[in-house]
């Protein structure tokens, strides 16, 4: 059972997919490439298959890593292309 752990430990530890994680007033975003545009009313995220669109209120990154980013705000809108 141990193995198991560390197995599912260590494949969440090395996750390279992109994801989106929506909680009520953030978004919390893994394996972004980029940040192509940011004020208080939107943000656009590059990943590898196109952009997320974030469009809100007071929006702010309030963490920033080179992989992960959180964004708390009054979110309206999120948009894939």
């Known amino acids: 059972m ?9 494949n969440y530890i090395l996750e390279n ?3 989106v994680n929506i909680l009520k007033n953030k978004v919390d975003i893994v394996n972004y490439l980029s940040i192509d545009h940011f004020d208080d009313n939107k943000i656009i995220v590059r990943y590898n298959e196109g952009i997320v669109i974030i469009k809100g ?10 992989d992960e ?10 948009e894939f292309r």
């Open 57 to 66: 209120e007071r929006l702010i990154i309030s963490k920033l890593l080179d």
């Open 2 to 10: 141990g193995d198991i752990v560390l197995k599912d430990l260590r």
């Open 69 to 78: 980013l959180l964004i708390n705000g009054i979110i309206r809108n999120l």
């Open 17 to 19: 997919d992109f994801k």
